[in-house]
């Protein structure tokens, strides 16, 4: 689970994203409805971040598992205290993140990994819930082509991992006889992940696939987080559209 960003750039996307959210949500109304977390008023949703930056800061400073808190029960504030509380929540994992350095390994749900693995969860959560706040206020959502990238194989680092299993046992649906799904931007090399009957395996690179999904990169960030329908127009897909619903419909993270 090795990032292609250095720890630099996952710090500076972590800021960049915090921001675009914290726009997206600050003197919002806290019962607005989130389309695309149908079971959360914004409040919620702002609760979630803030509370999963503080989390990941806290799991890093003491470098051992803690129990997943519900989002349910984050305090953001009243909504003009919105932007304060999650800039603070941000500069605290950060600040976290510094003091083991990004290399030492610590507890994560799949075994020992280097610290830089919660900053990256994080970020990659922090990414996909911009979008939701984004879309919920009608605010423009932005994101860089190297964050949404990452997002995809830290999605599918996770998927890969046997172990990932054990928490969500949807995932041992994807197991297969060698089909094959390609996600294909068009700024940059894309992904090929192969169902195997063992396990979800994936790669970059141009090779072929039984269906392909194809677009902006940011969009198929998108679209493999479930927060776009594989039939908006802003994507196209060629192939074996079945294999791709099937994919889709064992994939919610």
Not at 207 to 233: I, Y
């Given at each position: 689970?090795?990032?292609?960003?250095?720890?630099?750039?996952?710090?500076?996307?972590?800021?960049?994203?915090?921001?675009?959210?914290?726009?997206?949500?600050?003197?919002?109304?806290?019962?607005?409805?989130?389309?695309?977390?149908?079971?959360?008023?914004?409040?919620?949703?702002?609760?979630?971040?803030?509370?999963?930056h503080r989390?990941?800061?806290?799991?890093?400073?003491?470098?051992?598992?803690?129990?997943?808190?519900?989002?349910?029960?984050?305090?953001?504030?009243?909504?003009?205290?919105?932007?304060?509380?999650?800039?603070?929540?941000?500069?605290?994992?950060?600040?976290?993140?510094?003091?083991?350095?990004?290399?030492?390994?610590?507890?994560?749900?799949?075994?020992?990994?280097?610290?830089?693995?919660?900053?990256?969860?994080?970020?990659?959560?922090?990414?996909?819930?911009?979008?939701?706040?984004?879309?919920?206020?009608?605010?423009?959502?932005e994101i860089?082509?190297?964050?949404?990238?990452?997002?995809?194989?830290?999605?599918?680092?996770?998927?890969?991992?046997?172990?990932?299993?054990?928490?969500?046992?949807?995932?041992?649906?994807?197991?297969?006889?060698?089909?094959?799904?390609?996600?294909?931007?068009?700024?940059?090399?894309?992904?090929?992940?192969?169902?195997?009957?063992?396990?979800?395996?994936?790669?970059?690179?141009?090779?072929?696939?039984?269906?392909?999904?194809?677009?902006?990169?940011?969009?198929?960030?998108?679209?493999?987080?479930?927060?776009?329908?594989?039939?908006?127009?802003?994507?196209?897909?060629?192939?074996?559209?079945?294999?791709?619903?099937?994919?889709?419909?064992?994939?919610?993270?």
């Amino acid at each position: 689970m090795t990032s292609t960003l250095d720890t630099a750039r996952l710090v500076e996307g972590l800021r960049e994203q915090t921001g675009g959210f914290t726009r997206a949500v600050a003197g919002r109304d806290p019962d607005a409805r989130v389309p695309t977390c149908p079971k959360w008023p914004l409040r919620t949703l702002v609760g979630r971040v803030g509370q999963e930056h503080r989390w990941a800061a806290e799991l890093v400073r003491k470098g051992e598992q803690l129990p997943v808190p519900d989002p349910r029960q984050a305090d953001p504030g009243a909504p003009d205290e919105w932007a304060r509380w999650l800039r603070e929540g941000a500069k605290e994992l950060i600040r976290a993140m510094q003091e083991p350095g990004t290399d030492t390994e610590m507890h994560t749900f799949f075994g020992p990994r280097p610290a830089a693995f919660w900053l990256r969860r994080v970020l990659s959560d922090t990414c996909v819930h911009h979008y939701d706040a984004a879309f919920a206020t009608d605010t423009a959502f932005e994101i860089a082509d190297d964050l949404a990238a990452d997002v995809i194989s830290e999605n599918l680092d996770l998927l890969s991992t046997p172990a990932f299993e054990t928490a969500r046992p949807a995932v041992a649906g994807l197991r297969g006889r060698g089909e094959r799904i390609g996600f294909r931007p068009r700024s940059m090399e894309g992904w090929v992940i192969t169902r195997t009957p063992e396990s979800v395996r994936w790669e970059r690179g141009p090779a072929e696939a039984d269906v392909v999904v194809s677009g902006a990169v940011a969009d198929l960030m998108l679209v493999f987080s479930h927060r776009v329908p594989p039939e908006d127009n802003r994507v196209t897909v060629t192939g074996d559209r079945a294999l791709l619903d099937h994919w889709l419909a064992h994939t919610a993270l």
